[in-house]
């Protein structure tokens, strides 16, 4: 019988012999056998002869031995394919799948895997193999020559973003203490935020960044795209107010010295304020609005809100005598000329005094009242408090 290989799991081909040491001539046909079947393990078989067609009974002629072949069942080629995955760092793992090629019969149903990795949920990020495992509970692995395609789990990074939160607050107070939050940050990550701003008590009005910063001792921020978010710190204008003093003087006087309050002012702030009215010394009784004027030679006055109560400055009358000088005549006579003292003229105004009186060159001997009569060309007389003597 001759020689004869094949792979497991394949059928069988028809096996052949021949007959070494024929005559020319001579025609003698064998056929063989062997114990081995398609399922049979990879092994050696011996193949016999099994069958000599000799229809001319050629053989009678020969002195001839039975020499026994060898079937080699070699292994069958077979390929396991680990199917690739993806997934975010700190996710858990997908489903790992794959596929198993070229096993002959009814193997399939004997011979099972699963697939696995060593990368758990808190695995940096990376390639990790993703790896069969091969159940065989009949050993039929052995009839294989097994190809292993390992597949590769990428784990990619996950998305950690920082958010500063708003805040806003008076010119001149404190900065309350400025924070914000962590999204996407896994549980098993020792990774904090510092918060920070350049604004100090003293920082103008305006609009501020509120900057994250990261604190990450264990170098675990490689497993993250991160995204920072500033915040805004809001600086708002703070009340400002200043409020004039109210005052009184004659008329005709020279005004006092004017003053306020400023009320809500900073202590590092350079600002003050004169105050001042448009009512002159000559001006009349009235009510005159005093108002303050800002002296701001660092323009710090855009860091409030200002609100200004303003002052009166009341002007009174003054005080104005008049006194008719007395007179004496004889009687018959013509009554002399009447006059009046002006005492308490403000202001250079033109009045003018004089007398006069109800006795007549014929009234009999008496005394009768000299009546002073003023004269007030420009009006100014409104000012006064007229005493008559």
Not at 47 to 62: C, M, R, S, V
Request: a negative charge; glycine letters at 8%.
């Amino acid at each position: 019988a001759r020689d004869h290989r094949r792979l497991y799991g394949e059928t069988e081909t028809p096996l052949k012999g021949e007959a070494q040491g024929l005559l020319p001539g001579d025609d003698i046909q064998i056929t063989c056998h062997s114990s081995a079947s398609n399922s049979s393990p990879i092994g050696q078989y011996e193949i016999g002869p099994d069958t000599i067609e000799d229809q001319a009974h050629k053989l009678d002629n020969y002195d001839w031995v039975k020499v026994p072949g060898k079937l080699t069942v070699d292994p069958a080629p077979l390929s396991v394919m680990v199917d690739d995955q993806q997934r975010v760092y700190g996710e858990t793992n997908p489903v790992m799948t794959g596929k198993i090629i070229g096993l002959r019969l009814g193997d399939y149903k004997r011979i099972t895997t699963n697939y696995f990795s060593s990368a758990t949920s808190d695995s940096p990020i990376g390639n990790y193999g993703i790896f069969p495992g091969i159940r065989d509970p009949d050993a039929l692995l052995k009839n294989y020559l097994v190809t292993t395609n390992l597949g590769a789990l990428k784990i990619t990074p996950a998305t950690l973003k920082v958010t500063a939160r708003a805040q806003q607050r008076i010119y001149g107070e404190t900065n309350q203490p400025v924070d914000g939050r962590l999204e996407g940050l896994r549980a098993w990550d020792i990774i904090s935020a510092k918060f920070t701003t350049l604004a100090t008590t003293n920082s103008k009005v305006g609009n501020y960044e509120i900057t994250p910063h990261l604190n990450d001792q264990n170098d675990r921020q490689t497993n993250y795209v991160v995204t920072l978010n500033n915040g805004t710190l809001k600086i708002i204008s703070a009340p400002l107010s200043v409020t004039a003093s109210n005052y009184t003087r004659a008329y005709g006087e020279d005004n006092p010295k004017l003053d306020g309050v400023i009320a809500g002012r900073r202590e590092w702030d350079n600002i003050s304020a004169v105050y001042v009215t448009h009512a002159q010394k000559s001006s009349s009784v009235s009510n005159y609005d005093i108002f303050p004027v800002f002296h701001d030679p660092d323009s710090r006055l855009l860091n409030y809100v200002v609100t200004t109560n303003l002052g009166s400055l009341r002007i009174m009358p003054a005080t104005l005598t008049v006194t008719a000088s007395n007179q004496t005549r004889y009687y018959g006579d013509s009554n002399l000329t009447l006059t009046a003292g002006l005492a308490g003229v403000r202001n250079g105004d033109a009045l003018a005094a004089s007398g006069e009186t109800a006795a007549r060159n014929d009234t009999a001997v008496g005394t009768y009242f000299i009546m002073p009569v003023l004269t007030d060309p420009t009006g100014k007389l409104l000012n006064y408090n007229v005493i008559t003597n």
